[in-house]
């Protein structure tokens, strides 16, 4: 059984973990969600790939690993403490987890050997598609392949799964099995339609940013983000449109407030802003260092804002 992320990444290091074990079952799954998914897994082989296990989750994480008879591969490249990471790689089958690299390219890494070569693709799908392409393993194999027609194919997923056609865990899976018995995206009946709408819808989006984003310090804001499936580029857009570095939209959820944040300059360390941020409004919230998000009670958003500012000078 694969148990893995719904996002770009997830899907192409599924396809590979398919390719290599093509009896499997694929399931998706967040980090909140896989403690008790591992448990109900019933499966002599368990590959998890690309779920962060976040620092109130991993108590529970190695129970649950610890009691399973079945034998566990994990593939990750989300922040670990490095006691976690050392307790983990004695207590699983196989552990892979860098930092630097994406999932897609740890797992190809991992197989490669029983894959046929052009397993690659995906690899470098889910590496571009999740920022995690500056690594000597993408550089030295993008060199063998048209780095626009692969970028073009990262396209197909990351845009084309935007839309609700291929937003569904099922359409999601047909992406998958498809990528690991050789197809690529672009072959996938609807994706390239779904990926020239979603990038038509974006450029509205922009429009609409353009128009409503407001400042706080070093920082473009959006309170109201029309979509949920577009906050990464809303977020960015938020920088862009104010000419500032740092870009936050806030999408208004049931119960709480949803933050996602990006910026235009490297070197900010997003994940730490987020998380010390919003435990400060008694809100979480973490990610990567150039993509991150917080869950933040309503009435917070000020002061979030301002933390978040002064967490910059500091
Ligand atoms: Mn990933």
Redesign the pocket.
């Known amino acids: 059984m694969i148990l893995t992320?719904a996002?770009c990444?997830?899907m192409c290091a599924g396809a590979i973990a398919l390719a290599r074990f093509p009896g499997a079952g694929v399931f998706f799954t967040k980090p909140v969600s896989l403690c008790d998914d591992i448990k109900a897994t019933d499966a002599e082989k368990i590959i998890i790939l690309?779920i962060a296990v976040n620092r109130a989750e991993q108590q529970k994480f190695m129970k649950a690993v610890q009691e399973k008879q079945s034998s566990i591969m994990y593939f990750d490249?989300h922040p670990l403490q490095r006691e976690a990471k050392a307790k983990l790689s004695g207590m699983l089958e196989f552990f892979a987890h860098d930092e630097k690299a994406?999932?897609s390219e740890l797992v190809y890494r991992r197989f490669q050997k029983d894959l046929p070569k052009e397993m690659v693709w995906p690899a470098l799908y889910g590496a571009i598609g999740?920022y995690?392409e500056d690594t000597d393993f993408v550089r030295k194999q993008i060199a063998s392949w048209d780095k626009r027609t692969i970028n073009f194919e990262v396209c197909m997923i990351s845009l084309g799964t935007k839309n609700e056609q291929f937003s569904s865990y099922d359409a999601k899976r047909t992406i998958v099995r498809a990528l690991a018995s050789g197809k690529n995206p672009s072959d996938i009946e609807g994706l390239v339609e779904s990926s020239t709408d979603a990038v038509n819808r974006e450029f509205d989006l922009y429009k609409v940013v353009k128009k409503r984003a407001r400042t706080l310090g070093k920082i473009g804001y959006l309170s109201d983000t029309p979509s949920f499936g577009f906050r990464g580029p809303a977020a960015l857009f938020a920088a862009t449109a104010t000419g500032r570095p740092v870009g936050v939209c806030v999408y208004r959820r049931e119960k709480y407030l949803d933050i996602t944040i990006r910026a235009r300059e490297p070197n900010i360390p997003l994940n730490r802003l987020a998380e010390q941020a919003s435990e400060f409004v008694k809100g979480s919230g973490g990610g990567h260092e150039s993509a991150a998000g917080a869950k933040i009670p309503f009435g917070t958003l000020e002061q979030f804002l301002k933390k978040m500012n002064e967490l910059m000078k500091a």
Do not use: E, L, V
């Open positions: 992320h996002d990444d997830g690309d490249h994406s999932s999740d995690s």
